[in-house]
């Protein structure tokens, strides 16, 4: 779709509040103008068209889906500082299981026990990392 020319004066006030709002946005003093006319002819009941053609309908579908994406983004970064956790975590247990049983010469059922709950926890981390990393 091809662009016309409108041209206006505004008193200065209304020149510096579009200008406050194009720097609040980082965009051009054009750009905020056609963004406010946009917006203004859409509270009003008008259906206009993007300079790409798509209707502001279509606009608020993608902005949408943009944020379901930037949610579920959310969603994975906060299970990989959980997995992060947990992996440091059973390192740790296992860590402290090896010096307790070399290095101290530690035996007997209780430490058989508590080895292969740290071999699991282990074993269950790598496991969520493997589904974390398949999901994305």
Same mark, same amino acid.
């Given at each position: 779709?091809?662009?016309?020319? #409108?041209?206006?004066?505004?008193? $200065?006030d209304?020149?510096? $509040? *579009?200008?406050?709002y194009?720097?609040?946005?980082? #965009?051009?003093?054009?750009?905020?103008? %056609? %963004?406010?006319?946009?917006?203004? #002819?859409?509270?009003?009941?008008?259906?206009?068209?993007?300079?790409?053609?798509? @209707?502001?309908?279509?606009?608020?579908?993608?902005?949408?889906?943009?944020?379901?994406?930037?949610?579920?983004?959310?969603? %994975?970064?906060?299970? %990989?500082e959980?997995?992060?956790?947990?992996?440091?975590?059973?390192?740790v247990?296992? #860590?402290?299981?090896? *010096?307790?049983?070399?290095?101290? @010469?530690?035996? @007997?059922?209780?430490?058989?026990?508590?080895?292969?709950? *740290?071999?699991?926890?282990?074993?269950?981390?790598q496991?969520?990392?493997?589904?974390?990393?398949?999901?994305?």
């Amino acid at each position: 779709m091809g662009r016309k020319r #409108l041209q206006t004066r505004a008193d $200065a006030d209304t020149a510096d $509040a *579009v200008e406050d709002y194009a720097d609040d946005h980082d #965009l051009t003093q054009s750009e905020a103008v %056609r %963004r406010m006319i946009r917006s203004g #002819l859409t509270q009003h009941g008008y259906e206009i068209a993007t300079a790409d053609g798509m @209707g502001v309908g279509q606009l608020d579908q993608l902005a949408d889906q943009l944020d379901s994406i930037e949610q579920r983004q959310a969603a %994975r970064a906060n299970q %990989r500082e959980r997995l992060d956790v947990a992996q440091n975590v059973s390192l740790v247990a296992g #860590l402290s299981y090896v *010096v307790a049983v070399a290095g101290l @010469g530690a035996s @007997g059922p209780l430490w058989t026990v508590v080895g292969v709950m *740290v071999i699991i926890s282990i074993a269950a981390a790598q496991l969520w990392a493997r589904r974390l990393e398949d999901s994305e």
